[in-house]
């Protein structure tokens, strides 16, 4: 056995007394095994990791338990030993590639710097080492890529760097916290492919963090699935995916989007509830033409949309599929009339709404028909508003109501959306992600939009607050007749919501039609690439 | 983590979270207190002072401290305590005055350039950078000689002297939220650009502006006592620290310490407590410190 957690206990200080992280969990890791720690936000599973390096934020601490390596007790071993240990023995690629990289220098000699901390290279030899670990994760032209800063690489091709530099010391055991969140669809699977062939060619073991069970699944021997800090399940990746034993993996299971589920099957058997139908009727709503945005670059002209055209009927929601840089995010913000084509036509309801400067469209009597819903909910409420304050800026503006009414309103909204009304008059940092979707998603729809648009609105959930949310989407648009553009990178949940789908690559469409069509027979090779790269969780034989 | 999370306490009342505050952090406790003390001077000094500051007493000139002058006596036989305590008012009214008119506009130049970008930023960027280019003593000694003499021109110098930092920060604030999400979700509200900028977005900068004042409060102490130092802005027999001390130096030599020290002391307790302010005053004006 490489690695044995056994009883392990982890406690933060904070302002409300001692706050227990991780209770007691036990784990072990075989020569050559790699285990997936799978669990939602807040689960500890990140905490878990942290303390096998002792490398804990301050506040935290080591409460009890075991952590054997290799024979030796890295709870009580001294700190120039886990200096060795880290980085040689253990060592750890981290979630955000580019804030684990020094911005400001080049990531040869980054490389080079942990070459030398641990004595594998000399002065003479670093360099040539350094390209040679940067060739091991697949880099072209390495040693042109050598004397690249972190800002010029892109996020996948950091992520490399990061792995180069986890790897560059052979170490025995790589613990992977969250390796591709934040990344491209296709990027994922590039980044995943590679680590996975790295640990087999090395022998090495690993433990891959993640929220996501599909890629735990795919990449990992066992899967521990932990929640609010305990281990409730171990086995074989199969057994957990296909046979859950504990009610919370198979609430995990149910919420992974998945081929052939329909969105109330994503959520626990026990809540769901009948799904209410849709109707779109064949009048066009909104009628994009020819859309270009050209943005004045330093280095010349950035062609971000380059003449997009599509259409979303009254009472339908289409898909905006694409990877970042696509454009898709770009276009959503022309049709909000937050930023001003450079040319094109966008009808709704008959009008050209390109002819009104997105400037002067905050007074347009039109404002209210078209909201969104912002891909980050943190972001997009204002930290020092109530959540009641946040819902009511749109209807102090945009509706004549009497402050009365704009408070029953109000509440009326967070019943609609299943915001819990003690809730109202806590500010954002208080609230948790679920909620916080909740207030942004009760902001939109408070002055009755006909149509909204969906930007990312669960790319920041855990997916069992994914499912609720998306459920809560198909409820209200059934309820309350909008339509909705929803624009996503993840082609499985948008078959969830969607009726059509429009596919987008670098400011172009390159395919649109039906979602089932577009699933099961894409016609554009990226399409096709961006439904292979999506994790592909082993299918669960139904209980009868 | 689910959904329905155990309902937490209800939220803190504004007072709550100050008294949080000054408990959690002894030092913030203390600067509070001196804080006070000097409010306290300032409003009721004349009553509280033992003696006239301006009433001079030839026969008992140049006395070391004692029970009947607790700081001793000045050349002229005035009370330095009581001079002391009666500069506060002058003091703060000028820091006071300086730092909200260097806040206000510098606030409103600094959030125009940071939101709207282009031009206006880079031409107001450019005459803060010319006015940052000066030493800014000297600059304050050139406008207060070329205004006049007057406690007015203190304190306009003093402000023409410390917006460039409040241009700046605010700038800065701004431009990293302009496309926040909520500036966005703003827009989409029908807030137009300005509403947008006054009511979202700027609230947003106060905690770091707040250290910045406080810190200002003690610089804009230090620079009004410089100026009447040197002999520019407030005139004798005005009780006023820095002008106390100006005069109290010439009898360090001849070993009249007190005269110089105690309105020295006073000075130095002043700057000393609006630097201790800042960090405590940036909690209080912070919703997320609550919890």
């Given at each position: 056995m490489?690695?044995?957690v056994?009883?392990?206990?982890v ?10 992280a991780?209770?007691g ?17 807040g ?16 506040g ?6 075991d ?23 253990i ?5 955000n590639?580019r ?9 040869g ?19 040539a080492?350094a390209?040679?670990a940067?060739?091991?994760v697949?880099i072209?032209?390495?040693a ?16 490399r ?5 986890a790897?560059?010391?052979d ?13 491209d669809?296709?990027t994922?699977?590039a ?9 087999r060619?090395?022998?090495?073991s690993a433990?891959v ?5 599909g ?25 957990v995916?296909t ?6 993996t198979?609430r ?6 998945r081929?052939?589920?329909s ?11 009948p ?6 009727s ?11 945005k ?7 002209p950035?062609?971000a ?30 049709v ?8 094109g ?6 009008e ?11 007074r ?6 078209i909201q969104?819903?912002?891909q980050d ?9 109530s959540?009641?304050?946040?819902i009511?800026e ?8 009497s ?12 019943d ?8 109202l ?14 207030v942004g998603i009760a ?11 969906l ?6 959930l855990?997916?069992s ?16 007749g ?14 969830l919501l969607c ?5 987008m690559r670098?400011?172009?469409v ?18 096709a ?13 139904q209980?009868? | 983590?689910?959904?329905a999370?155990a309902?937490?306490?209800a939220r803190q009342?504004?007072?709550g979270h100050i008294?949080y ?7 913030t406790l203390?600067?509070?207190?001196m804080?006070a ?5 300032a ?8 003696y ?12 070391p ?34 730092v ?5 506009a ?12 282009g031009w ?5 960027s ?8 000066f ?11 070329a205004m ?6 203190i304190?306009?110098?003093?402000a023409?002297i410390?917006?460039p ?8 604030e701004?431009n ?16 137009s650009?300005a ?10 900068a ?15 102490i230090?620079n ?5 130092f040197i002999?520019?802005?407030v ?7 820095g ?18 020290l105690?309105?020295g002391?006073a000075l ?13 005053l ?10």
């Amino acid at each position: 056995m490489l690695l044995s957690v056994k009883d392990l206990k982890v406690v933060f200080r904070t302002r409300r007394g001692p706050v227990e992280a991780v209770r007691g969990i036990d784990l072990h890791v075989e020569a050559g095994e790699t285990l997936g720690i799978v669990g939602e936000s807040g689960s500890g599973k990140s905490v878990t990791s942290y303390a096998l390096l002792r490398i804990l934020d301050a506040g935290g601490s080591i409460r009890a338990g075991d952590i054997v390596y290799g024979g030796i007790d890295l709870r009580h071993a001294p700190e120039r030993q886990m200096a060795d240990i880290r980085g040689r023995e253990i060592s750890m690629i981290f979630q955000n590639p580019r804030s684990a990289l020094n911005p400001i220098r080049k990531v040869g000699h980054q490389i080079e710097d942990v070459l030398r901390r641990h004595n594998r290279a000399t002065r003479g030899t670093a360099r040539a080492k350094a390209i040679e670990a940067m060739e091991a994760v697949k880099i072209r032209d390495a040693a042109k890529r050598y004397d690249a800063y972190p800002f010029e690489l892109s996020g996948g091709m950091c992520q490399r760097i990061v792995i180069a530099l986890a790897l560059a010391c052979d170490p025995r055991l790589l613990i992977a916290d969250e390796p591709t969140t934040g990344l491209d669809i296709t990027t994922q699977k590039a980044v995943m492919d590679l680590v996975s062939q790295l640990i087999r060619e090395r022998g090495m073991s690993a433990i891959v963090i993640t929220h996501d069970l599909g890629l735990a699944a795919q990449y990992c021997d066992r899967i521990a699935v932990m929640k609010d800090g305990e281990v409730v399940e171990t086995g074989r990746s199969v057994d957990v995916f296909t046979a859950p034993r504990h009610a919370y993996t198979r609430r995990l299971v149910d919420a992974t989007p998945r081929d052939g589920a329909s969105i109330r099957s994503l959520l626990p058997a026990e809540v769901r509830t009948p799904e209410l139908t849709h109707t779109p009727s064949p009048e066009p709503l909104l009628r994009v033409q020819d859309l270009v945005k050209t943005f004045e670059g330093k280095s010349g002209p950035v062609h971000a949309v380059k003449g997009v055209s599509f259409t979303v009927h009254d009472g339908e929601t289409v898909g905006l599929v694409g990877e970042s840089g696509c454009g898709k995010s770009t276009t959503s913000s022309m049709v909000v009339r937050l930023l001003d084509p450079t040319s094109g036509h966008i009808m709704f309801a008959g009008e050209d709404l390109a002819k009104t400067p997105a400037k002067a469209f905050a007074r347009d009597p039109r404002r209210a028909s078209i909201q969104m819903v912002f891909q980050d909910a943190t972001d997009s409420l204002n930290p020092r508003h109530s959540a009641e304050r946040s819902i009511e800026e749109p209807l102090r503006r945009l509706a004549k109501l009497s402050s009365r009414a704009r408070i029953d309103r109000v509440r009326e909204l967070a019943d609609l959306v299943g915001l819990p009304r003690h809730l109202l008059d806590r500010f954002p940092h208080q609230l948790s992600g679920g909620q916080k979707a909740r207030v942004g998603i009760a902001r939109a729809i408070a002055v009755n939009p006909r149509f909204l648009i969906l930007d990312e609105p669960t790319a920041a959930l855990d997916v069992s607050i994914q499912a609720v949310v998306l459920n809560l989407l198909a409820d209200l648009r059934a309820k309350l007749g909008m339509s909705y553009l929803f624009v996503s990178h993840d082609l499985h949940v948008v078959r969830l919501l969607c009726d059509r789908v429009v596919v987008m690559r670098d400011g172009e469409v390159v395919e649109a039609g039906t979602a089932e069509e577009v699933m099961e027979h894409p016609s554009h090779p990226y399409t096709a690439e961006l439904i292979a790269a999506a994790p592909r969780p082993p299918v669960r034989h139904q209980a009868a | 983590m689910s959904d329905a999370t155990a309902p937490a306490p209800a939220r803190q009342s504004t007072l709550g979270h100050i008294g949080y505050v000054l408990r959690d952090n002894p030092v913030t406790l203390v600067a509070f207190l001196m804080f006070a003390l000097l409010i306290v001077l300032a409003f009721f000094g004349p009553m509280l002072a033992p003696y006239d500051p301006l009433a001079s007493n030839a026969s008992r000139a140049l006395e070391p401290p004692s029970w009947d002058h607790w700081f001793g006596t000045d050349n002229l036989g005035r009370d330095i305590l009581s001079r002391v305590i009666v500069a506060t008012r002058l003091d703060l009214t000028i820091s006071v005055a300086a730092v909200a008119l260097s806040f206000i506009a510098g606030s409103v130049l600094g959030a125009v350039a940071g939101y709207w970008g282009g031009w206006v930023d880079a031409g107001l960027s450019r005459c803060l950078d010319t006015i940052m280019a000066f030493p800014l003593f000297v600059l304050a000694m050139g406008i207060v000689a070329a205004m006049g003499n007057t406690v007015e021109n203190i304190v306009y110098a003093t402000a023409i002297i410390n917006l460039p930092f409040y241009a700046r920060l605010v700038r800065a604030e701004v431009n990293i939220r302009r496309n926040a999400g909520f500036a966005l979700a703003a827009k989409l509200s029908g807030n137009s650009d300005a509403r947008v900028l006054a009511l979202h977005i700027f609230p947003n900068a106060l905690p770091p502006m707040m250290v910045q004042v406080s810190l200002n409060l003690g610089w804009a102490i230090l620079n009004a006592a410089g100026l009447s130092f040197i002999g520019l802005g407030v005139r004798p027999p005005t009780a006023e620290w820095g002008i106390m001390v100006a005069e109290g130096a010439n009898f360090i030599v001849s070993g009249e310490w007190w005269v110089a020290l105690f309105p020295g002391m006073a000075l130095v307790l002043a700057v000393f407590t609006f630097n201790l302010l800042g960090d405590g005053l940036r909690d209080m004006v912070d919703p997320r410190r609550r919890t």
